[in-house]
């Protein structure tokens, strides 16, 4: 790091200390023994202990998981093969689908849940898990389709050439050469959906019926009932969650496989 | 180079699953935005409900002064995110691309947590900050500085800091794919060309980095332009911005198609922000 003018060495410090003293400070008042304001009491476990005892919260945050991975399987189940077919076609074709594809993932999430919404009511369909996993849905396989094809495009083809010639059948190529070639991505992915989908709360506000409460949902709702300390223990909880899944998925999608030419054998 | 794959021979699995993605996100994207536009058309029942019978009664709301305001007020406020964003993520982002390879990556995985934390989490953090007996306003008094608690929480200003802290990361990101792509050796050349810091930095980086502040500048934009959550808990019901107001019109007073028309004004403009914004940083990408 040569010549780094000072002032913007100062002014990153600064954002970072910005990024993290806020949940910081969250985690550090859910250990705080006072039940109102901010002033410290001593350092105690009870708000987690009390969390743990919580029925509701406890179905809630099973609910959440089970959305999770539902909607987060199925996405990965439609996502992988789309990315591939989307691989091998035609670069002319590509950008449409690239705008298509992104679409879902830039749009602000409340267009999709009151659009959702409204689809699902005029089907009459019942609010419930059922539409919140769609809902995720949405999301989760524009991203995972995403993921899946940068790593196809690092890959190269002549791993599944050379399985051609060899006179493997288009089956064989995809689950012996292209799906193991894949296999950090599809974690990666995988890990990166069942976060996402996890923290969602926009779209699951809007398409969740009664008795599909999520996390996120709770936690909303007990902001808006009262400040207790037990929402700083759960905060605290679901920010070390999702910070140890995305972490896991970074790690994960980090560890080489072969990418590199055949030719250079 | 790598994009020779034949595409003669499909996996029947491949074919599959292609067809459902794309029936999927017909049924349950495309055809929902569709029907958005649709009932922006229609006028709004006796109870609620959605009559259909075609006007451009709900558009022409959208001009009503009130409402104009929380447009304007949206608007505003997602500019000036997207302008702090700007200046305040530039810094930490040429940091870190000019950062030696280990730090780079621990700077760059630590920009990226918040990125994917939990967005209500986050954001209630900041209620704790802000409110009359929170954080700040305690540790203000304790010092001395202040006699009584600021009302800093359900003001434009806790929607800004919210928003800014909420996306900067949007923009630290692609500034940093940016800022990587320019060669050293230009800012030593400007150096060997008697420029000073802040020459070399507005005649060189900032002029290259144009990519980097476009992209960013999209995805800053966009989420603080319909953002619900951060208006919702630091903004209060006076403080509303587009993402609240939709949501009101569609839980609480239950007018649908005014709705529709508000959501389908938000994204009109998302959309044509996006397109604009990604046709400059076509016309600026070095060819």
Same mark, same amino acid.
């Given at each position: ?5 000072? @002032?913007?060495?100062?002014?990153? #410090?600064?954002?970072?200390?910005? =990024?993290? %003293?806020? $949940?910081?400070?969250? &985690? /550090? +008042? ?33 609910? @959440?998981?089970?959305?999770?991975? #539902?909607?987060?399987?199925?996405? =990965?189940? %439609?996502? $992988?093969?789309?990315? &591939? /077919? +989307? ?39 019942? #609010? ?14 524009? +991203? ?122 | ?287």
């Amino acid at each position: 790091m040569k010549r780094m003018p000072s @002032s913007f060495l100062v002014m990153s #410090l600064l954002v970072m200390l910005f =990024l993290y %003293l806020p $949940v910081v400070i969250l &985690i /550090g +008042l859910s250990f705080n023994a006072s039940t109102m304001g901010v002033a410290w009491k001593g350092f105690t476990f009870q708000w987690y202990e009390k969390l743990a005892m919580d029925q509701g919260i406890l179905e809630a945050a099973l609910n @959440s998981v089970v959305i999770a991975l #539902l909607s987060t399987g199925m996405a =990965l189940i %439609l996502g $992988v093969g789309t990315a &591939i /077919g +989307l691989e091998t076609r035609q670069k002319r074709q590509r950008s449409w689908v690239n705008m298509i594809l992104v679409l879902p993932l830039v749009i602000p999430e409340i267009l999709l849940g009151v659009a959702l919404l409204m689809v699902f009511v005029l089907c009459q369909v019942h #609010l419930g898990f059922g539409t919140i996993i769609i809902g995720h849905m949405v999301f989760n396989l524009p +991203l995972t389709i995403v993921i899946v094809r940068a790593r196809l495009r690092k890959l190269d083809p002549a791993w599944e050439d050379a399985a051609r010639d060899l006179g493997a059948t288009p089956w064989d190529v995809l689950t012996r050469i292209t799906l193991p070639l894949l296999r950090p991505a599809i974690w990666g992915a995988a890990l990166l959906g069942f976060t996402v989908s996890l923290d969602d709360f926009v779209v699951t506000f809007f398409v969740a019926g009664p008795g599909s409460t999520t996390l996120p949902l709770k936690v909303f709702s007990m902001i808006k009932t009262g400040m207790t300390p037990e929402i700083n223990a759960l905060s605290a909880v679901m920010v070390v969650v999702s910070m140890l899944c995305v972490g896991l998925s970074w790690a994960v999608q980090q560890r080489s496989t072969p990418v590199s030419s055949v030719s250079s054998y | 180079m790598l994009n020779h794959r034949s595409d003669t021979s499909f996996a029947f699995p491949v074919k599959v699953s292609l067809l459902s993605a794309g029936l999927f996100l017909g049924l349950f994207f495309f055809l929902p935005l569709i029907l958005v536009f649709g009932v922006s058309l229609a006028s709004r029942g006796m109870y609620g409900g959605i009559t259909w019978i075609v006007t451009w009664e709900n558009y022409q709301r959208v001009f009503d002064p009130l409402v104009g305001m929380i447009f304007l007020r949206s608007l505003f406020l997602a500019g000036l995110t997207t302008l702090i964003c700007a200046v305040v993520g530039f810094p930490l982002a040429y940091c870190l691309s000019r950062a030696s390879k280990p730090w780079q990556l621990i700077l760059l995985t630590l920009v990226m947590i918040p990125f994917w934390t939990n967005f209500l989490v986050r954001t209630y953090a900041w209620v704790l900050i802000l409110r009359a007996d929170g954080i700040l306003n305690s540790l203000l008094i304790g010092v001395g500085l202040l006699d009584a608690p600021l009302s800093l929480l359900f003001t434009d200003l806790s929607v800004f800091v919210g928003l800014v802290y909420g996306y900067l990361p949007f923009m630290v990101l692609p500034l940093v794919v940016a800022i990587e792509r320019i060669p050293p050796q230009l800012e030593d050349a400007a150096f060997d060309l008697y420029a000073s810091m802040g020459g070399m930095f507005r005649h060189v980086l900032l002029p290259l980095s144009t990519p980097g502040f476009l992209a960013g500048g999209v995805l800053v934009f966009i989420p603080s332009l319909g953002a619900f959550i951060t208006p919702y808990l630091l903004g209060g019901g006076q403080n509303m911005m587009l993402g609240t107001f939709i949501q009101q019109e569609f839980l609480v007073a239950r007018d649908w198609p005014f709705g529709s028309a508000l959501s389908f004004g938000l994204m009109g403009t998302v959309l044509l922000t996006w397109f604009l914004l990604g046709r400059m940083s076509v016309e600026k990408e070095p060819s």
